[in-house]
């Protein structure tokens, strides 16, 4: 079975672009989560989905971020403008929620910002 | 989240059984014990989860204890690509909270040939 799939898996950009990441959830999962990893901070959560309507978005940095689920199958995380301090992995997760059923991650992206 | 509370680092000889500790002491009766582990560079891989009883899967084992405040983590036979952090982690159940999985610093596992 196709696991979470996540787009770039490297970005490296300069200062001031915008930056658009990628995640397809496992199919019939109806939850998603953006997480952000960093040396400094460790994973932490972003922002959730639960039926493609964002639940809790607490997590998010600042402004600069945001984060769309137009249908089941795909979500964004954008970051306009980038800056240095954004690089971090980015993970994104789904599940079925309920049940205590666990979230499964992607692979992640790497970005780097310089 | 219910603080969960590991130890920082342990070491494990190739073959042998790893046990992984976990205190959960504030630990509500809905909520579930969920165990990850992320090799580097790697996302974060689930392992098992438990709420009152003892779980198995094809990873490993998971034993509750019966007051529910601690648990550990039962790697059977460790292979060196079970090196890896080991987090333990206790998502608050409510709904306002529902599905925010905190990580904290997790157990750095390395099994040593």
């Known amino acids: 079975d196709a696991g979470v799939i996540q787009s770039p898996r490297h970005e490296v950009t300069e200062m001031g672009q915008e930056v658009t990441l990628r995640c397809k959830p496992i199919?019939?999962?109806?939850?998603l989560f953006w997480y952000r990893q960093t040396m400094m901070r460790g994973l932490e959560l972003l922002i959730y989905?639960?039926?493609?309507?964002?639940?809790?978005d607490s997590g998010m940095p600042e402004d600069r971020f945001s984060a769309k689920m137009p249908n089941a199958s795909f979500s964004t995380l954008k970051i306009q403008p980038s800056e240095p301090r954004d690089s971090a992995v980015y993970f994104c997760?789904?599940?079925?929620?309920?049940?205590?059923?666990?979230?499964?991650f992607g692979d992640g992206t790497r970005l780097s910002i310089l | 989240d219910a603080k969960t509370t590991q130890p920082p680092s342990m070491d494990c000889a190739e073959g042998r059984a790893a046990n992984l500790p976990c205190n959960h002491s504030t630990i509500s009766g809905n909520e579930y014990v969920y165990w990850y582990r992320q090799i580097h560079s790697q996302g974060p891989q689930y392992i098992i989860h438990g709420l009152k009883n003892n779980e198995t899967n094809e990873m490993a084992s998971l034993i509750i204890t019966e007051d529910r405040k601690s648990s550990t983590l039962i790697l059977p036979h460790a292979t060196l690509r079970d090196t890896a952090v080991y987090y333990c982690?206790?998502?608050?159940?409510?709904?306002?909270?529902?599905?925010?999985?905190?990580f904290g610093a997790g157990t750095q596992v390395v099994v040593t040939p």
């Open positions: 982690i206790v998502p608050e159940a409510d709904s306002d909270s529902w599905g925010k999985l905190q």
């Open positions: 997760a789904s599940n079925h929620r309920g049940g205590g059923q666990p979230q499964h």
């Open positions: 199919s019939g999962h109806n939850s």
């Open positions: 989905f639960n039926n493609n309507v964002p639940i809790d």
